[in-house]
């Protein structure tokens, strides 16, 4: 039997990565079999682990690309694996759709975790094409840093100093608001986050 594809997408501080470590804790209490992954670009915490900005964590295996997850899935062939999880998915190249389409065909679920739009409310590809092809999708929300309402569902850069559409950066560079604030604070700004595209 197949195995499923879910996402779990969102701002910043929607709880993402608290979603997928709770998904993770259920595998291990069950002593299921399972790896989790995460992109070598993100050094925010610690290499080695999946960090929740809440704290929780678990060990992870560092990959570099789509490819590079593949090769080390085919080196866990016959540990018979029954869960993938994947952090931070909006890092990795678009080639991780077709690996995590093979994996679900080994009968292997597959969570990924990662941001839906940056900061410029653009859509990650990567992200969108995964959903596409997704079991289940969760969106999360956020609270809006700027009034409060549990209704954040974009990330919002809060300095200017830019470059492109992936930052790694943590609470003094990004928030989360709701719509509303989005357009607030972008119209507050000498230099409109639309305009620097
Ligand atoms: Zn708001």
Redesign the pocket.
């Known amino acids: 039997m197949a195995g499923k594809l879910t996402l779990i997408v969102g701002p910043m501080y929607s709880g993402k990565t608290s979603a997928l470590l709770s998904l993770v804790e259920i595998y291990a209490l069950g002593k299921k079999n399972y790896v989790v992954f995460k992109p070598e670009i993100d050094r925010r915490y610690s290499s080695e682990y999946v960090v929740s900005h809440s704290g929780m964590k678990t060990s992870a295996l560092v990959v570099g690309s789509s490819e590079s997850l593949h090769a080390r899935m085919r080196e866990l062939d016959g540990e018979k694996v029954q869960a993938v999880f994947v952090d931070e998915v909006h890092f990795l190249d678009e080639g991780i759709v077709d690996v995590a389409k093979g994996i679900i065909d080994q009968g292997i679920d597959v969570f990924c975790v990662g941001l839906d739009m940056s900061y410029r409310q653009k859509p990650f590809v990567v992200t969108a094409k995964l959903m596409a092809v997704a079991d289940e999708i969760v969106k999360k929300r956020a609270v809006?840093h700027?009034?409060?309402?549990y209704?954040?569902v974009l990330s919002y850069r809060t300095t200017n100093d830019i470059e492109g559409d992936i930052d790694v950066g943590g609470m003094e560079k990004y928030v989360a608001?709701?719509r509303?604030?989005y357009k607030i604070l972008s119209s507050k700004k000498t230099v409109h986050p639309q305009q620097a595209d």
């Open positions: 809006c700027n009034c409060g309402e209704n954040a608001v709701c509303d604030c």
